[in-house]
């Protein structure tokens, strides 16, 4: 069986105009208007029993900028019934295996995804590999080679802080003054918008305050490392301020107790922190050895994992640097008790 493929001729003109809707146009007949450019063009009767019982034919989507003077029906093609076209090309999304003549159109975008089901975003539906984002991911074993569940993970941040004098760590000031006397409302939230906790809620003098947030939160669980909010509400008006908690070493911790965690490892040993949370790419006030302030600094996106178990010692890894877009999968070997 053939089939005919109608081949239409478009001289064009260069005049602009706004466009029409659509027009008809037979089958071996001539159709000229300097006046409109067409959106749709149908063609209709043909033979019907030669091209698949089609009643019209619509072509959409040509230039519909520039009008075309003359519009002719040239000629036929006779096409044979065994020639099928489409994308011939096995990777990609719209692969047809009965084609076997190139249309040209080959989609490798719309399948994409990340097939691995470690990542946060591994896609069930995925047919070709694209890019995997793991936040900071990783998996716990021990020298033996078995998974390690119920771990606490902990993440600290380099601010190159070291040698940081801790006394009173990790607590931290917090000032407001109040030109006339006010309801204040002080409270800290999390880089997720999260409430931590509520520091102030009272009515208060006129005065200049400082308040003291020793980075507990609303349990009385000491939170994790990271930026955190303060926000101030006073006689309407609202303010708000970055401040920066790094405990840094958690060696002395033997167990989690009322520490907070960023994640516990699941029975095959697998951890997964999101990005979203984290404080990776902030810029904050510096400080000295001494906490002195100096000169902003931008978080790096390098991190040190700390590990709480209640049956091995308390562990750190070596500093990571991690990917900002795809972030870092770890492979860690815990010390036997």
Same mark, same amino acid.
């Given at each position: 069986?053939?089939?005919?493929?109608?081949?239409?001729?478009?001289?064009?003109?260069?005049?602009?105009? @706004?466009?029409?809707?659509?027009?008809?146009?037979?089958?071996?007949?001539?159709?000229?208007?300097?006046?409109?450019?067409?959106?749709?063009?149908?063609?209709?009767?043909?033979?019907?029993?030669?091209?698949?019982?089609?009643?019209?034919?619509?072509?959409?989507?040509?230039?519909?900028?520039?009008?075309?003077?003359?519009?002719?029906?040239?000629?036929?093609?006779?096409?044979?019934?065994?020639?099928?076209?489409?994308?011939?090309?096995?990777?990609?999304?719209?692969?047809?295996?009965?084609?076997?003549?190139?249309?040209?159109?080959?989609?490798?975008?719309?399948? @994409?995804?990340?097939?691995?089901?470690?990542?946060?975003?591994?896609?069930?539906?995925?047919?070709?590999?694209?890019?995997?984002?793991?936040?900071?991911?990783?998996?716990?074993?021990?020298?033996?080679?078995?998974?390690?569940?119920?771990?606490?993970?902990?993440?600290?941040?380099?601010?190159?802080?070291?040698?940081?004098?801790?006394?009173?760590?990790?607590?931290?000031?917090?000032?407001?003054?109040?030109?006339?006397?006010?309801?204040?409302?002080?409270?800290?939230?999390?880089?997720?918008?999260?409430?931590?906790? #509520?520091? #102030?809620?009272?009515?208060?003098?006129?005065?200049?305050?400082?308040?003291?947030?020793?980075?507990?939160?609303?349990?009385?669980?000491?939170?994790?490392?990271?930026?955190?909010?303060?926000?101030?509400?006073?006689?309407?008006?609202?303010?708000?301020?970055?401040?920066?908690?790094?405990?840094?070493?958690?060696?002395?911790?033997?167990?989690?107790?009322?520490?907070?965690?960023?994640?516990?490892?699941?029975?095959?040993?697998?951890?997964?922190?999101?990005?979203?949370?984290?404080?990776?790419?902030?810029?904050?006030?510096?400080?000295?050895?001494?906490?002195?302030?100096?000169?902003?600094?931008?978080?790096?996106?390098?991190?040190?994992?700390?590990?709480?178990?209640?049956?091995?010692?308390?562990?750190?890894?070596?500093?990571?640097?991690?990917?900002?877009?795809?972030?870092?999968?770890?492979?860690?070997?815990?010390?036997?008790?």
């Amino acid at each position: 069986m053939m089939r005919r493929l109608i081949i239409l001729l478009l001289i064009v003109g260069c005049e602009e105009y @706004a466009p029409t809707n659509h027009t008809h146009i037979d089958t071996g007949e001539t159709f000229t208007d300097t006046l409109f450019v067409y959106d749709t063009l149908i063609v209709t009767n043909y033979d019907t029993t030669i091209f698949n019982n089609y009643d019209t034919l619509i072509i959409t989507n040509y230039d519909t900028t520039i009008v075309y003077d003359t519009l002719v029906v040239v000629d036929t093609v006779y096409i044979d019934s065994d020639d099928v076209y489409g994308c011939t090309i096995e990777d990609a999304c719209n692969y047809n295996p009965d084609a076997n003549i190139y249309n040209g159109n080959c989609d490798f975008t719309t399948c @994409a995804g990340c097939m691995d089901t470690l990542a946060f975003n591994y896609d069930v539906n995925a047919l070709i590999e694209g890019d995997c984002s793991y936040g900071i991911s990783g998996q716990l074993k021990d020298n033996n080679g078995d998974n390690v569940e119920n771990a606490a993970i902990l993440l600290t941040y380099d601010l190159g802080l070291e040698n940081l004098n801790r006394i009173n760590m990790p607590c931290t000031s917090l000032y407001y003054s109040l030109p006339q006397s006010s309801d204040v409302y002080l409270w800290i939230e999390s880089m997720c918008g999260d409430t931590i906790n #509520v520091i #102030v809620d009272e009515y208060r003098d006129a005065g200049s305050y400082f308040v003291t947030w020793c980075a507990d939160d609303l349990n009385g669980n000491t939170v994790v490392d990271g930026n955190y909010i303060a926000h101030l509400i006073t006689n309407g008006s609202e303010s708000n301020q970055n401040t920066f908690l790094l405990q840094y070493d958690f060696s002395e911790l033997e167990s989690i107790g009322s520490q907070n965690y960023h994640a516990m490892t699941d029975n095959n040993g697998i951890f997964r922190i999101p990005f979203d949370c984290l404080s990776f790419g902030i810029e904050h006030l510096g400080m000295d050895a001494f906490g002195n302030p100096t000169d902003n600094i931008v978080v790096p996106y390098k991190t040190q994992v700390w590990i709480i178990h209640d049956d091995y010692p308390t562990f750190s890894t070596d500093w990571y640097e991690v990917d900002p877009n795809n972030g870092v999968f770890l492979n860690i070997d815990l010390p036997n008790p």
